[in-house]
């Protein structure tokens, strides 16, 4: 044993095995662990789960990201619009169906005139217990079918409206005379048709009658009777296939009035509730002789996106926060973010709504081009401080 042991320290060829060995072992052994620690932290199976998963939330957030800045990116290129909210019981002070239409009219031709972009008609207690004497229908629904009516071009209302009595007089109204209103020699890169039943020859898609002498065909297929915007570019040949635009895209794109739309609502409150615009309106102001009384030149409007403007019925706004349940215990100015009269120097005791308008309209031509202009101004500073 002590032999063995002495020859194990003295013998210098042992000895240098021993140490290579033990080099060797400590060399293998770092290595194996080295390799070992290096294959926990790079296990296939393990970094591609991972991977997957940090791709998948990256996507995720990615795609969220691009739609919540799409969204920003829609609304900073939205151009502002104008609601008027009327009463339908302005009808119900007409005399006979014939000045009843008369009445619609000159809101139609003011609302074309000052470029509005909806017309919300809603209804309360007076105008549904009133009958028009020789109309079928009274107040809010009579109106809506009347101004619907004039909204559509000429050469479409015969297939869109059915007879009815309450479009017995509206042959003698002047006409609305708006961009979309083309005549049938004029060219224009959009216009209004309704489809038809008839089916393309040699081609799928649909019929649509725009007005012309001679329908056109768009790429989709549609049911018959449905109201379209065709996009007609500037190539005249009617026989290329056309394409469906959204209504909003000549206003938005080209900068076209391209007419209003009309929404009917049972009350007041119900104008604000079904807003059709993404974030509902932002900006709400009453009309009436017991408003406060500003200059239109002193007249401050915030930027907004979609502006509304009330005016009341035979007893104002204010009878309208009365009868509407949502208003309970509320004064007429709390339901808008300004309440004006815009004609504080009127001679007459009353003035009439289709009157109000045309006054209140032109009042407020100043004030929303200011904030139209701010707005503009802040979206491109915006811009600049982007790039």
């Known amino acids: 044993m002590g032999k063995k042991s002495k020859r194990s320290h003295d013998d210098p ?10 080099e060797r072992i400590d060399g293998d052994l770092k290595k194996k662990n080295k390799k070992k620690k290096k294959r926990s932290h790079e296990d296939p199976e393990q970094k591609v789960s991972d991977d997957g998963e940090a791709k998948k939330k990256k996507k995720k957030k990615s795609k969220e990201e691009e739609e919540k800045a799409n969204v920003e990116e829609k609304k900073k290129e939205e151009r502002p619009t104008v609601t008027i909210a009327i009463a339908g019981s302005i009808i119900n002070n007409t005399q006979s169906l014939e000045l009843a239409t008369r009445l619609a009219g000159q809101i139609a031709r003011a609302s074309t005139i000052f470029r509005i972009d909806e017309i919300v008609v809603f209804d309360n207690k007076s105008s549904s217990e009133i009958n028009l004497s020789d109309s079928n ?3 809010a629904p009579f109106l809506v079918r009347i101004l619907k009516y004039l909204e559509t071009p000429q050469y479409l209302r015969k297939t869109l409206f059915p007879k009815h009595n309450d479009l017995r007089f509206v042959g003698m109204l002047p006409p609305l005379d708006a961009p979309h209103h083309l005549r049938k020699h004029e060219w224009e890169q959009y216009r209004e048709g309704v489809t038809l039943r008839e089916k393309p020859i040699n081609s799928e898609g649909t019929l649509v009658d725009v007005g012309l002498d001679k329908s056109v065909v768009v790429d989709q297929v549609l049911s018959p009777g449905v109201r379209v915007t065709v996009a007609m570019g500037a190539d005249r040949d ?3 296939v056309r394409q469906i635009v959204p209504p909003s895209k000549p206003r938005e794109e080209a900068g076209m009035y391209w007419g209003y739309k009309v929404r009917y609502a049972s009350h007041l409150s119900s104008v604000f509730k079904e807003c059709p615009f993404e974030g509902g309106y932002d900006y709400l102001i009453g009309t009436s002789e017991h408003g406060l009384k500003i200059s239109s030149s002193e007249l401050k409007i915030p930027t907004f996106r979609h502006l509304l403007i009330a005016f009341g019925g035979l007893a104002g ?3 309208s926060v009365e009868e509407d349940n949502q208003y ?5 100015r709390e339901a808008f973010n300004i309440y004006l009269n815009t004609c504080p120097h009127q001679g007459s005791r009353t003035i009439r709504t289709e009157e109000a308008m045309f006054i209140s309209l032109q009042y407020f031509q100043e004030p929303i081009s200011r904030a139209m202009e701010e707005l503009k101004l802040d979206r491109r500073v915006n811009e600049e401080a982007i790039v």
Do not use: I
């Not at 060829?13 to 033990?22: A, I, K, P, V, Y």
């Not at 309970?328 to 007429?332: A, L, M, P, S, W």
């Open 238 to 240: 009617l026989d290329l």
């Open 13 to 22: 060829e042992l000895e240098m095995e021993e140490s290579e060995l033990t």
């Open 137 to 139: 229908e009274s107040g």
């Open 317 to 319: 706004l204010e009878e």
């Open 328 to 332: 309970k215990g509320k004064n007429v």
